[in-house]
């Protein structure tokens, strides 16, 4: 763990360790459970208020939506089968024969989802400029810069709620869709 305590340059928020160690010990805690049953506990996570049909409503649009998370697959896996979404990417938990090993594979570092944004734009044909990032937390804070347009919805840090250009302040994804499409009519 960084030795004694001793801040790592770089190291995850607190500087005490690294992301990646970070998620190494995470995943250790969910050593020898089911795979199963983790998909069923993340089964049980509620969406926001009205974002089944908010998500609906802009995929009929032809919006291209795409999940990037430092969390796990188990939210990332259900967003694109439930709702549809085009492009998923988040860390991973390691499964042999449906069972969790206690090992994780890093895809992507707390506050480096802007470094996925260059796989989006190819995939989607888009130019940085017609990316709308949405994001809660400080980690965001690339993807908010590195986008056209950003906004923090449901957020948790101060941080963030400077660096995007709207706020929601709600937690109903009604509000965040009204703001999706005013931006790309504008």
């Given at each position: 763990m960084g030795g004694q305590g001793i801040p790592i340059p770089g190291g995850f928020p607190g500087g005490k360790i690294s992301y990646k160690r970070f998620c190494e010990l995470d995943a250790a805690h969910w050593k020898g459970m089911s795979e199963k049953r983790l998909r069923a506990i993340f089964k049980n996570v509620r969406y926001s208020k009205n974002a089944v049909s908010s998500i609906?409503?802009?995929?009929?649009?032809?919006?291209?939506?795409?999940?990037?998370s430092t969390g796990l697959q188990f939210m990332t896996d259900r967003v694109r089968r439930e709702l549809k979404f085009d492009y998923c990417i988040s860390n991973r938990l390691v499964s042999r024969n449906?069972?969790?090993t206690g090992g994780v594979k890093?895809?992507?570092?707390?506050?480096?989802?802007?470094?996925?944004?260059?796989?989006?734009?190819?995939?989607f044909k888009v130019r940085p400029r017609e990316v709308i990032a949405v994001g809660d937390s400080e980690g965001d804070i690339p993807l908010a810069k590195n986008s056209g347009y950003s906004i923090a919805f449901n957020c948790t840090s101060i941080e963030l709620s400077k660096a995007v250009d709207y706020n929601c302040r709600t937690r109903d994804f009604n509000e965040l869709y009204r703001k999706i499409v005013s931006v790309n009519h504008e």
């Open positions: 609906a409503k802009l995929k009929k649009l032809g919006f291209k939506l795409a999940a990037v449906g069972l969790l890093v895809s992507l570092e707390h506050g480096a989802k802007h470094t996925i944004l260059a796989q989006i734009y190819k995939k």
